[in-house]
């Protein structure tokens, strides 16, 4: 014991000496308290939902983000533009604020990110995390891929922004942004893909029309998911009068030949 622990063996000389044996205890104890849990952190959207992650995840995003960032810097072969000025995310066109939207991959070492949102700069190397990706897509393509590969591809481009938008509003303080946490939630619930489908994602082009005809029930599966948990404000609009009716407060006049429950004109 002295030779592999002097300094625990001087301890319980010194102890000894001292007729207590309260502290020898406590030492010996010591390495059975547990360990303290790992950290998690919780991202929840506007409308309440939540999603957790362990310090772990965040971790390794970030060290993905990290080095999508330092090869968008120093690649001599890469060139990519980023914005004088900066404007908001138009209120009437949050769809804007989608990576494919805003980011404009020209060829595979040219990338245009101008249009990166002044209202989600938090969010700024998830959109550098996506153009080094999509950049890399566009390297290696193949015009005769299938489309369900193009969509594969383009679900794991989009999960490098996904990726970074989690870091954004878990670490570094971002706002809530339904049109984009809805991306992580969709990803979440295994629905990102036909998320792409339904939203037009332009670089997957006519495949998602194909694959939104091929798969029906998974595109309708996300559009009862999105108009619950998601809802576009013309659904939630839509919704108001039929719940008011519900509640007796905007029942319909007896002389009224609209049916009783139908909203409709």
Not at 21 to 43: D, K
Not at 68 to 78: G, I
Not at 156 to 185: C, H
Request: glycine residues 6%; charged residues 30%.
């Amino acid at each position: 014991m002295a030779k592999l622990c002097p300094g625990l063996s001087r301890f319980r000389r010194r102890n000894e000496r001292s007729g207590g044996r309260p502290l020898l205890v406590a030492v010996l104890l010591i390495p059975f308290v547990p360990a303290a849990a790992s950290a998690q952190y919780t991202l929840e959207a506007e409308n309440g939902d939540t999603v957790m992650f362990e310090s772990a995840e965040l971790r390794a995003m970030l060290d993905t983000a990290r080095a999508l960032y330092a090869n968008l810097q120093e690649d001599p072969n890469v060139l990519y533009y980023t914005p004088v000025g900066r404007e908001r995310v138009p209120e009437s066109d949050p769809s804007a604020s989608y990576p494919w939207n805003v980011v404009t991959v020209i060829n595979d070492s040219v990338a245009d990110l101008q249009r990166l949102p002044a209202d989600l700069r938090e969010a700024d190397r998830a959109y550098y995390s996506y153009a080094v990706q999509r950049m890399r897509v566009v390297r290696g393509a193949d015009p005769d891929v299938p489309c369900d590969s193009v969509l594969t591809l383009e679900e794991k481009v989009v999960g490098s922004f996904i990726d970074g938008w989690i870091l954004s509003r878990t670490l570094f303080g971002g706002p809530a942004f339904d049109t984009l946490d809805e991306l992580v939630f969709a990803r979440h619930e295994g629905l990102l893909r036909p998320l792409l489908a339904r939203r037009n994602d332009r670089q997957v082009g006519a495949c998602a029309a194909e694959w939104a005809d091929e798969n029906p029930d998974r595109v309708a599966e996300y559009d009862a998911w999105r108009r619950e948990h998601f809802p576009q404000p013309r659904e939630v609009e839509a919704a108001e009068p039929q719940e008011e009716a519900a509640d007796g407060e905007a029942v319909p006049e007896p002389e009224s030949e609209q049916p009783e429950g139908d909203g409709s004109p």
